[in-house]
């Protein structure tokens, strides 16, 4: 009989776990996990577009020399872009997201008036180089898109976690400490596309 007692008390901590890890309490540090990875992703594209900028701007330099202030504006923009920086465990303050996402938008809005300099320059538009670093920038914009809508995505349903049974449970116990996390959010002049003309 001592036997079973010792076999009953394992038996009982392995039965408890069992109904626990059926019954959702692991779901919310795998939500936020999965948000933290997609927000890497929206960094990562975000340096992806700063890499490729110096050689956009020198491109355009060699040709629009007299169009400094475009050039000023956007080396300005990608100086305080590549500065905001955010730890993911960040991403439950709204302001921190915010400036990253205001500094973001105000580089898309010099990358655009950069790109709009080369109607002006016919060799600058024929220009190889240029044609492939702007091709390149419209596929990290496309990538950053992406990124974003993924982030958004497991945002919601990590915030939704929190909020909802049996997360609710789990939040408010085991996870007191978990915040909602911040969302993307568009400026309202995002909502405008930028006029480029070829």
């Given at each position: ?19 626990l890890a059926s019954c959702g309490v692991n779901t919310i ?130 915030n939704t976690e929190l909020r909802t049974f049996p997360g ?31």
């Open positions: 009989m001592p036997n079973f007692d010792r076999l009953r008390a394992p038996a009982l901590v392995l039965a408890l776990s069992l109904s540090p795998t939500l936020e996990e999965s948000a933290k990875a997609r927000w890497s992703d929206v960094e990562n594209q975000y340096q992806r577009r700063a890499d490729l900028i110096p050689n956009l701007v020198a491109t355009v330099q060699g040709y629009a020399k007299q169009e400094k202030d475009v050039l000023v504006a956007v080396t300005e923009a990608r100086a305080k872009a590549t500065s905001i920086h955010i730890d993911a465990n960040d991403l439950t303050d709204p302001a921190k997201v915010k400036a990253v996402q205001d500094a973001q938008n105000a580089l898309s809005g010099a990358l655009g008036r950069l790109l709009a300099v080369s109607e002006n320059y016919p060799d600058l538009k024929s220009n190889a180089n240029f044609l492939s670093l702007q091709s390149q920038l419209e596929g990290t914009e496309n990538r950053i898109a992406v990124a974003r809508r993924d982030y958004i995505g497991a945002v919601q349903a990590y609710v449970i789990w939040a408010s116990t085991f996870y007191s400490r978990n915040k909602p996390m911040a969302e993307f959010t568009a400026t309202p002049e995002s909502q405008v596309a930028p006029k480029v003309k070829f």
